[in-house]
């Protein structure tokens, strides 16, 4: 009964494998499986063809992180296909291939894949009889590895050569944390060996070598071998036919060794010396004294006040859409190339880790998520690598604490009234249309995204991996990678991540600049992004990046782009990184086949690790601010993709920052790596700390769209189902959201905290312009104003008014500036409106005009400012042009968008933006421009003409640093 109910166990297991659409198959072939574990029993061996379609399967997975196939009968031919398919796979963690009979060629074939693969940390090979002809394949596999962590061989039969295969690949492998050999050959000259290796190595914690025959011989070379190993924690060398004489040199070498606290040594014979366990004794207490002393250690460097530097940096990926910009960032995180991928829909953020500047970078996180990274930075104090608070650069707790300091009880906000629950993030895709294998890409953002199983509490315990994995990668480097979509339409919200620090990459495709149709719109971009560069990040290195190298025909192409670049970019020449070897300023990549990644990488690297970013000293204490940040990320049940600022405040003083200049100082830092989101510019951004940037810009870009790609456009028939088909007309025809259309992209989370941030950003402005909307409340997105509304009556609206122009042409203006001065604009018109109604119910403010690059809007009652954004070309004009519509009040319509420009400048633009000012008259043969000096000089009319209203307007500095309500009221 019990046998055929096993037999039918293993039948529905078969079933799994291949039925339709459960089948596993089909689900590694739909990405949707994470974990295969439950086939043990039933036999592969004997059914050839499917482990061959198994293994195809799994071959383009990109999903799978375990894989179990213990006790299948593979025997070589099975392992052979799973380990050739796997060859292709850069996403699973764990496999297990526990008796399988595994022979030579199986052996070989995992040997390649230990080799190549970057991902893979935990490998079993349990029971397989491998015999020192295969380990000596294998052995050759993990000199190379440094992925692998740990390693179970147990119960085969290798002897004193494999061995010694092993042993020397151990000396060369920086990886193995744990390595199992219980149960096998090995005798004392194997020990022998394995004691060598042990010498040399510094990444081996533990250690079974448990039922062999080591005797007292090989005890005695492994004890030798702690005399100058740091590293081995734990070691098992129980059942292998010790004496006491094998255990002397133990209770001797652990006088000196500080780092064993485990030796297990059961199943011996310890009783030739007269009194029994008398060197058990001295072992215990030495290991006890070890393991106290590293605890005590432990805990002094989590509470001290030294700092290390904490190794990371960031990457940004900006340029043209459709330049290979997420075709490189994948070629750079070794992903295989995909030649028809999605454009990217905002940003998307992944993290990656390096060692030891072998330009191999893999997706990875520098502890498991459930660790505090205090804990690992602890670790990394311990080992020698902090600094005393001296040197501490970002915790000098200044006197003069910054401006947005002292206004710390500052008005609530809608989103923080309601008490609101926090619930599940949203389901990032729902809306975005991307393809599978896009969502794939975005769900392995592991450390960034991924819940974890963190405690409530940060938790943090010694644990004996954190030494080995703090030295491992000592000189490890963290890069949070920003691929950033290249449609114009996301350029608006782009400027909100653009950091000071970090290393730019502006990719662009070769082809675009050698075809002479298409090289002044490709130079038109790039000059665009190193002037946003310029003036976000006026100081960090940019590699220019050309893509394409596969379509280029010649060195001769290259030569070519190569001088048009040095030319156009003069600019920018200081911060560009040169490709040296090539004798470019750029670098040519080709995404397909990965030409030119390896010198990418490594330039990125050593620009990164030169970096200010990278060497920056952080406090333990900081790293201890920053698990409490964590924590409350992760918290089971009620992830928050933002904190306000009391709430972080309390945070903070639980790990004692109690000052908060010094609050903002760990904030600042965290934002400039990439962690998290912190704008300063007001109290009211200062007051959102936006834990998930990833989910930040998923829910920006879910409103703010390109309408002329394919995949980035709102699925019509959905919105028709739901009845919201005239709300999307709207968002579509008018750039004007309704508050039920946000909700439902939004899916009812955080609705209030993401229409405050867009609102304090300048994308979003209040609209109480009621169209034939009802009472609903509507909001105006001017970066969704469409290209078919560009606005043509330039000459009609300019002729015979004086006009005064904005003039940036001598630096830039940036996507988004025009929009948001309309966002500003319309933000006072709607206040005034609000006001009129009160007074006089049918006296109305006129609804704004808007079109793509101009705005007629009544600023207030009988103020219509008529605003132009022009740009050509040709005369390389780069300009903002005011008219106001009663030239007698033209005065006040200067001033107040002098003051609007001058606000967006300081709050999105980090205060970088520079422009001049002109007037200009129609005069009857020739306009007259006046520079902005002379006409004050002559006060010229109507600009300078004194009246009252004038007066009352004149721009202070303090409304700079007003939040947008009051900034607003106060115009
Ligand atoms: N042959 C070839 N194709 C490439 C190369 N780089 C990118 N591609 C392809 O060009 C297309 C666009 O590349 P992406 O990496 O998606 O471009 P992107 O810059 O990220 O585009 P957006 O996300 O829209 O901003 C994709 O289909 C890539 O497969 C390359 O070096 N050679
Ligand atoms: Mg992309």
Redesign the pocket.
């Known amino acids: 009964m019990a046998q055929r109910r096993q037999q039918q166990q293993v039948e529905d297991r078969v079933r799994l494998l291949f039925a339709g659409q459960d089948g596993w198959i089909h689900q590694l072939e739909e990405q949707k499986v994470t974990e295969i574990g439950a086939l043990g029993g039933f036999s592969l061996g004997s059914r050839p063809k499917l482990v061959k379609r198994f293994a195809k399967a799994l071959g383009k997975n990109e999903s799978l992180k375990k894989l179990c196939l213990d006790n299948c009968d593979l025997r070589d031919a099975g392992v052979s296909y799973i380990a050739k398919a796997l060859l292709r796979n850069d996403t699973l963690d764990c496999l297990s291939l526990c008796n399988n009979s595994i022979k030579v060629k199986g052996a070989s074939h995992l040997a390649k894949l230990l080799k190549d693969n970057k991902t893979l940390r935990n490998v079993s090979l349990n029971s397989n009889n491998l015999r020192d002809s295969e380990i000596e394949y294998f052995a050759a596999g993990l000199r190379v590895n440094d992925t692998l962590r740990i390693l179970y061989l147990n119960h085969n039969h290798i002897g004193d050569t494999g061995t010694a295969d092993l042993a020397d690949s151990l000396a060369f492998n920086h990886g193995l944390v744990e390595l199992h050999l219980r149960g096998n050959n090995i005798g004392k000259i194997g020990a022998q060996y394995i004691s060598d290796a042990l010498k040399a190595n510094k990444n081996l914690g533990m250690l079974d070598l448990g039922g062999n025959n080591i005797g007292d011989t090989g005890a005695e070379s492994l004890a030798t071998a702690l005399l100058f190993n740091q590293s081995l924690w734990k070691l098992n060398i129980d059942w292998n036919n010790l004496s006491d004489k094998g255990i002397v040199g133990f209770s001797t070498a652990l006088e000196s060794n500080k780092t064993l606290t485990d030796l297990r040594t059961w199943g011996n014979d310890f009783n030739e010396f007269g009194d029994p366990g008398m060197y058990q004794h001295v072992i215990e207490r030495l290991l006890k004294r070890n393991k106290e002393t590293k605890e005590k250690q432990f805990r002094e460097a989590l509470n001290s006040e030294e700092s290390a530097t904490w190794n990371r940096s960031r990457l940004m990926?900006v340029?043209?859409?459709?330049?290979?910009?997420?075709?490189?960032?994948?070629?750079l995180l070794g992903q295989p190339?995909?030649?028809?991928?999605?454009?990217?829909?905002g940003a998307d953020i992944s993290e990656v880790k390096s060692t030891r500047e072998k330009g191999e970078w893999r997706k990875d996180s520098l502890n498991s998520e459930s660790d505090p990274v205090s804990s690992y930075f602890a670790a990394r104090i311990m080992l020698g690598m902090g600094k005393p608070k001296l040197h501490v650069l970002r915790e000098q707790i200044g006197s003069e604490e910054k401006k947005y300091v002292q206004k710390t009880n500052k008005t609530k906000t809608t989103y923080e009234k309601q008490d609101k629950k926090y619930v599940r993030e949203a389901r990032l895709d729902k809306n975005t249309g991307s393809s599978s294998r896009n969502k794939v890409a975005k769900d392995s953002n592991t450390m960034m995204n991924s819940p974890g199983g963190r405690k409530n509490e940060v938790v943090q315990e010694y644990d004996e991996n954190l030494l080995l994995n703090a030295r491992n990668d000592a000189d490890a480097l963290i890069l949070s990678l920003w691929?950033?979509?290249?449609?114009k339409v996301f350029y608006a919200m782009h400027h909100l991540f653009l950091t000071k620090h970090g290393v730019y990459l502006l990719?662009f495709?070769m082809r675009e600049i050698l075809n002479l149709r298409t090289r002044n719109a490709a130079m038109k971009y790039m000059s665009f992004w190193l002037s946003s560069i310029r003036l976000h990040a006026p100081l960090s290195p940019i590699l220019l990046v050309g893509?394409?190298?596969?379509?280029i025909d010649s060195e001769g192409d290259l030569r070519e782009i190569n001088n048009i670049l040095r030319e156009k970019m003069k600019s920018s020449a200081a911060q560009i990184i040169n490709c040296d070897s090539e004798d470019l300023v750029f670098f040519p990549?080709?995404?397909?086949?990965g030409f030119g990644i390896i010198e990418l990488r490594l330039k990125i690297e050593e620009v990164a690790r030169n970096g200010s970013l990278f060497n920056e000293q952080v406090s333990m204490r900081f790293i201890n601010f920053l698990d409490e940040l964590l924590s409350a990320k992760y918290r089971e049940n009620e992830q928050k993709p933002f904190l306000t600022l009391p709430v972080v405040k309390k945070m903070a003083s639980k790990v004692g920052i109690n000052n908060s200049a010094t609050l903002l100082m760990a904030l600042e830092f965290f934002h400039e790596c990439g962690m998290l989101i912190h704008l300063t510019a007001t109290q009211a951004l200062t007051n959102m700390i936006i834990l998930k940037p990833q989910w930040l810009i998923d829910a920006l870009s879910k409103v703010i769209r390109d309408v002329d790609?394919v995949q980035h456009v709102h699925d019509i028939d959905e919105f028709a189902n739901v009845g919201l088909k005239a709300d999307l007309d709207m968002v579509s025809e008018n750039a004007l959201a309704s508050r039920d259309f946000l909700e439902y992209v939004w899916e009812k989370e955080h609705v209030d905290f993401l229409i405050d941030l867009m609102r304090h950003t300048m994308l979003l402005s209040e609209w109480n312009f009621q169209r034939n909307f009802g009472k609903e409340k509507l909001f105006l997105i001017p970066s969704l104003l469409r290209d078919k509304k560009t606005f043509k009556g330039e000459n009609a609206f300019m002729k015979n008014k004086p006009s005064c122009i904005f003039d940036f042409s001598t630096g830039f203006l940036p996507i988004g500036v025009f929009e948001r001065l309309i966002c500003l604009v319309v933000g006072h018109s709607v206040i005034c409106r609000k006001k009129q109604i009160q007074i006089d119910y049918n006296s109305e403010l006129m609804e704004p005009k808007l079109y793509l690059n101009f705005g007629s809007i009544e600023f207030e009652p009988g103020l219509i400012l008529n605003i132009l954004r022009r740009d050509s070309d040709i005369h390389d004009l780069q300009q903002i042009v005011l008219v106001v519509e009663d030239i007698s009040r033209s005065a006040e319509g200067f001033v107040v968008v002098q003051a609007m420009l001058q606000k967006l400048n300081n709050d999105v633009m980090g205060t970088g933006l520079v422009w001049d000012i002109l007037f200009e008259s129609p005069g009857d043969k020739e306009e007259q421009v006046l520079s902005y000096d002379e006409a004050k000089k002559q006060s010229i009319s109507p600009w300078f003409d004194q009246d009252k209203n004038f007066n009352s307007r004149s721009d202070s500095v303090e409304i700079l640093n007003a939040d947008i309500d009051n900034f607003l009221e106060s115009l």
Do not use: H, Y
């Open positions: 990926f340029g043209q859409g459709k330049a290979g910009k997420t075709a490189t960032v994948r070629s190339f995909v030649a028809d991928w999605d454009s990217t829909i691929d950033f979509g290249g449609q990719v495709d893509t394409f190298l596969d379509r990549v080709d995404n397909e086949k790609n």
